[in-house]
């Protein structure tokens, strides 16, 4: 597998929709080149926190809450700035205060996923993509395992490494967890399924100090629903 592969395998599964993909994705010539990977927002893996907190939604937020002028935000999110705005200005200072800090993005409600961005040494070092699976109990909004893994898989070729973790629930009925994983000497990319009632899947993105880091500390796991 070409080494430019794994740069932007990352692009394709945040973006799921095809007309987002063909709007955000990097050319093939630039696939060969040691490109940053873009993540959620316009931000890329690995900037400083400070850079992070200049661009896209962040960037709207602060000046929206430095100004109090509101008409550039989307509608939908102008009562949450004018009550979070003092607590958005600790968010950012911690962020860009070189320790160790986890912010929850704006995440999309459409498709049902939350956001997490972790910062370390003013960099950052990890995004977290957070979605529910699709439910005919709860929500059709989500997105599948199937759909996010499928898309990346179309598009990238085959992970490093797939593994599986047979799984039931409390009514005794089983499931099957994945756990996807590419890796590279600057980046690994991390998809976990939780199968099951209120399922999910965690796709995450680190820089490879950042993963090294994490697995050290111990392996995520798909989480039992007996246990």
């Not at 979605?131 to 990346?152: D, H, L, M």
């Not at 099957?176 to 590279?184: G, I, N, Q």
């Not at 991390?190 to 880091?213: H, K």
């Amino acid at each position: 597998m070409k080494k430019g592969i794994f740069q932007l395998l990352a692009l394709a599964a945040l973006l799921l929709t095809a007309d987002v993909l063909a709007h955000d994705q990097l050319t093939k010539d630039q696939l060969t080149k040691d490109q940053p990977i873009k993540v959620k927002g316009g931000h890329q893996l690995g900037e400083t926190a400070e850079q992070f907190f200049a661009e896209g939604y962040e960037k709207e937020m602060l000046g929206a809450c430095a100004t109090g002028d509101f008409k550039s935000v989307n509608k939908s999110s102008r009562r949450q700035l004018k009550e979070y705005c003092g607590a958005f200005a600790g968010v950012h200072q911690q962020a860009i205060s070189g320790k160790r800090y986890e912010y929850k993005g704006s995440g999309d409600v459409s498709e049902m996923r939350t956001d997490t961005f972790t910062f370390d040494g003013d960099r950052l070092v990890k995004v977290e993509l957070f979605y529910s699976a699709p439910s005919a109990e709860v929500n059709y909004r989500g997105q599948s395992f199937e759909k996010i893994f499928a898309g990346a898989k179309q598009a990238y070729g085959a992970p490093l490494s797939e593994t599986t973790e047979p799984m039931q629930d409390a009514y005794g009925v089983p499931y099957v967890a994945h756990r996807e994983l590419w890796l590279t000497p600057q980046t690994a990319i991390l998809i976990i399924e939780q199968p099951g009632p209120g399922g999910s899947t965690n796709l995450d993105v680190f820089t490879r100090a950042e993963y090294d880091r994490t697995m050290a500390n111990g392996a995520p796991k798909s989480a039992n629903p007996l246990e």
